[in-house]
């Protein structure tokens, strides 16, 4: 059989008729959640050779207690190479490389001046940092450059267009950095009110001061002493404006607001949205127009 299909094929070829090949699969990536892909997306833009996957929904939100689905395998099943945030963001790490264990994983809170957050635990041993580093702009630059120089590693072919793609958005993050600091100049100093532990790197690449959170746990119910506790550090914090955030419940906020007279605003943190290269940008900006209106 194999030396009939060879003469089929050089018969062909003698009369100039060619058998259609396959196209060729394009590579693929996989980010871990929605803030890493966005970023990603635009290291990748444009480049046909290779393809981007999230492995989570655009809504899922942030990944600290998140459980592997089927699916998720399924995607890590063929891919190249996943890209993660890091800093304890994705607690299933381990269960990929037993599963993947030739798998590349980028870790893009490499180079990141990580934030540690305190233990709440007296169990605890090991040193948490807090995930958010998208936050801050400054990040998101390093997170580029990580994304973007672990892809020429693997795709060597690409270089020169994962380079330019990396240096082209790099440019339109440290543009908004600027826009955002001249925005945030007048509330500099500001104490708010955060929903979760999201904001510290926003925080402190502004110069705002978080003087309380309402929930840590962001899918955890505040006790009544809880409550009781998050009340009296807003009313000792002089009733700083609170920010809830679209991805979660804001009863505790509204129950803090109560108490102090706190005025409710949103923050988002990023974690979930639309698909679009745009988003970090466009996010980032509403934040800072929240920023604003809560001191007006």
């Not at 100039?16 to 196209?23: K, S």
């Not at 800093?87 to 994983?105: R, S, W």
């Not at 020169?160 to 339109?172: F, H, P, S, T, V």
Request: hydrophobic share 45%; net charge negative.
């Amino acid at each position: 059989m194999r030396r009939f299909t060879a003469f089929l094929l050089v018969l062909l070829m003698s009369f100039g008729i060619l058998p259609f090949a396959a196209a060729a699969e394009p590579s693929r990536m996989v980010a871990s959640f929605y803030p890493i892909y966005i970023l990603a997306m635009n290291v990748l833009d444009g480049i046909e050779e290779i393809a981007l996957d999230c492995m989570t929904a655009p809504d899922t939100g942030c990944l600290h207690d998140y459980q592997l689905l089927t699916k998720d395998m399924m995607k890590l099943s063929d891919a190249d190479a996943l890209i993660v945030c890091g800093a304890g963001m994705e607690a299933y790490l381990p269960d990929i490389a037993k599963q993947f264990p030739d798998l590349p994983v980028i870790d893009c809170s490499r180079g990141i001046n990580l934030i540690p957050e305190e233990h709440h635990d007296d169990d605890e041993d090991e040193q948490e940092y807090n995930a958010h580093t998208w936050l801050d702009p400054q990040n998101a630059i390093q997170i580029v450059k990580t994304i973007s120089e672990s892809a020429i590693e693997i795709f060597p072919d690409q270089k020169d267009a994962l380079q330019q793609n990396a240096n082209a958005y790099i440019e339109r993050l440290q543009a908004l950095d600027e826009t955002l600091k001249e925005m945030l100049l007048p509330i500099k100093g500001k104490r708010i009110v955060t929903f979760h532990e999201a904001f510290p790197y926003f925080a402190q690449a502004y110069g705002l001061e978080i003087a309380a959170v309402i929930n840590e746990e962001h899918e955890n119910t505040l006790s009544p002493a809880q409550l009781t506790q998050v009340i009296e550090a807003v009313k000792a914090a002089g009733v700083p404006p609170l920010f809830t955030e679209p991805q979660y419940s804001a009863a505790a906020a509204y129950a803090v607001a109560a108490e102090t007279g706190a005025e409710i605003y949103t923050l988002d943190p990023l974690a979930s949205g639309e698909i679009d290269s745009g988003a970090y940008e466009t996010g980032m900006l509403a934040n800072a127009a929240a920023l604003l209106e809560a001191f007006e």
